[in-house]
């Protein structure tokens, strides 16, 4: 009789211990959208076209669905948040099996210096570089591939940021 009690008790203390780290809603400690965020257009230094939007897009899209800042558009954003794209860079990943010079798979990265301040006080939350990257298959027409990879591209890089900006120790 005290076996199947004590395995009981041994198993609800382990499924207790699994839900120890869990926090439901937002990990900064702030109720979701107390505050208010202004995603600024970035700013492209680099010589491929189209990073801009593509990365703006993906930020709001992924601060939006995190729900811990309220998405303001109107220009007064508790945190403002702006960037500059700093570098886009493609290197081979495999090559075509009968010929080693020929790239069948290219890894894409960009690479963004995101600011975030805080209007009220001027304070700068985050200062840093962020990188994403993702996969291309070149394929007939490399130009078209990383077309549609820059959607993909801009997707992991927001995931990054998002994560900095919600996660941030401020």
């Known amino acids: 009789m005290r076996l199947p009690l004590m395995?009981?008790?041994?198993?609800?203390?382990?499924?207790?211990?699994?839900?120890?780290?869990?926090?439901l809603g937002p990990t900064n400690g702030l109720a979701a959208g107390?505050?208010?965020?202004?995603?600024?257009?970035f700013q492209n230094e680099t010589l491929?076209?189209?990073?801009?939007?593509?990365?703006?897009?993906?930020?709001?899209?992924?601060?939006?669905?995190?729900?811990?800042?309220?998405?303001?558009?109107?220009?007064?954003g508790d945190i403002v948040v702006q960037g500059v794209i700093t570098g886009f860079y493609r290197s081979p990943l495999s090559f075509q099996p009968a010929d080693i010079l020929t790239v069948r798979d290219y890894s894409v990265a960009m690479t963004v210096?995101?600011?975030?301040?805080?209007?009220?006080?001027?304070?700068?939350?985050?200062?840093?570089?962020?990188?994403?990257?993702t996969t291309v298959r070149a394929g007939a027409d490399l130009a078209s591939a990383e077309r549609q990879a820059v959607p993909l591209l801009a997707e992991d890089l927001?995931?990054?940021?998002?994560?900095?900006?919600?996660?941030?120790?401020?």
Do not use: F, M
């Open 34 to 41: 107390a505050k208010s965020i202004q995603v600024n257009l």
């Open 7 to 23: 395995l009981g008790l041994g198993l609800l203390l382990l499924g207790w211990s699994g839900c120890a780290g869990y926090r």
């Open 48 to 76: 491929e076209p189209r990073l801009i939007e593509a990365v703006g897009i993906a930020l709001r899209r992924n601060l939006q669905q995190d729900g811990t800042y309220r998405l303001n558009t109107h220009g007064d």
């Open 158 to 170: 927001a995931k990054n940021v998002t994560a900095l900006l919600v996660d941030g120790k401020w």
């Open 113 to 133: 210096k995101v600011t975030a301040t805080e209007r009220s006080t001027g304070a700068i939350l985050l200062d840093q570089e962020v990188s994403g990257r």
